[in-house]
């Protein structure tokens, strides 16, 4: 019975956007790694290459702010600021 209670009065993954800002802060994440390894084959892949390398950089930067965007919607939901 007490384990039934304890499931039940701790409802914190509930609240509004809470999965969805833990979804996008572990895509951030995700996109960060992917960066860091791109600019690590910066080092040692040839010229021809590079401009591949280049475009998903980009691609994952332009994503990166889309994300943070939606965090800061997020947050900004969750703690709206007074007049």
Excluded: C, K
Excluded at 27 to 34: H, P, T
């Amino acid at each position: 019975m007490m384990l039934l209670w304890f499931t039940t009065a701790v409802p914190d993954h509930d609240e509004p956007g809470s999965f969805r800002e833990y979804e996008l802060r572990q895509e951030r994440i995700d996109i960060e790694i992917n960066i860091t390894e791109l600019l690590h084959q910066l080092t040692y892949v040839p010229v021809t290459v590079r401009p591949r390398v280049y475009e998903e950089l980009q691609a994952l930067q332009q994503r990166w702010q889309e994300i943070l965007g939606e965090l800061i919607e997020i947050d900004r939901a969750e703690h709206p600021t007074r007049p």
